[in-house]
């Protein structure tokens, strides 16, 4: 089967993480390309991922309003010119599936709603787009129970299929011994608690909730030290705002990283404070690491963690209910390869893969 999976950049993010990863497991059976238009900042971060048996498209300038409409062209044109059989879009990639899924029918044509219906979707035009689409042959997969209720309730008919996202095998790299001592050197004792949160700082992971919640559990006395794994250069005045409000020398904003497995396999729990998600790869990855999660209830997050074993859900977002959470993580004793096995047993890319090809091969 030939794939061609449309994606507007690699750049750091979860639903470019699941591309390249979803691409790396299709492409041991399948003929898969990864056709990418659109220039940002570190847009080629996970490009070294990509499996060698992938093609790789990069058809990228500079971008502009007249270059945004350009490319739905541009996406047309390469599936004239590649002939796939299936096309499967990601993120902003849905409007590139406007003219081949109209003028190209032997195609079938594939849109993952990465995110909360009404999250992923903040425009008119883009509701309108979407719902064009949706209702004539682009079959739009959910990657959640909820996020599957919220297109349902956003555009007042359900999604062609619901299926969970998953995440690759997580192993170590080379730098973890240099990851170690970094880490090492940042806890004020051999006994100090890890807690890692990978996320772009951007006002949907809501970094603000988990900052001061942090200060208060170290003002409480507890002993922890908080990392702030993400990107924080899209919005510098979303950081300035969060470096006033920290109050304890335990938080560390390190940037981006490109070995998050090392991180998460010395940390003890993985910090999530996100107003809104579809179903988080950071999640996945660290459940996979046996890294203990502890997140608000924002989307798919409450159809990971059921019950404690998954990891610890705060009551609401509140400061003081995030707090608690933080308590009770602490004073929960968890066993790392029970976890790894509890995840991997739902949430491993290949099950994932499998379940999108027999959609991709039984869908007219």
Sequence with gaps: MKILEMSPSLAPGGAERFTVDLANELVKMNEVTILVMRKYPKSDFYKKELSTKLKYIQDTGKLTKTSKVFQIFKAFWWVLKLRPDVVHAHTLGINWLILPSIFYPKAKYFFTVHNIADQECTTKIGFWIRRFLFKRNVRAITISQTCERSFEDFFKFPGFLQIDNGCREIKITNEYSTVKKEIESFKPNRNTKVFVCVARIMPQKNHKLLIRSFNKFISDGYDGVLLLIGDYKRFPEAKKELDKIVETDRIHFL???????????????????????????????AGLSGCYPISTPAGGVVDVIINTQWGIISSDFSENAYLAALIKAYNTNYNRAVLQRLYEKKFSMKICAEKYLTAFNTTR
């Design 255 to 285: 940037g981006t990283r490109n070995n998050i497995p090392d991180y998460l396999a010395l940390a003890d729990y993985y910090c999530l404070s996100s107003l809104w998600e579809g179903l988080p790869i950071s999640l996945l990855e």
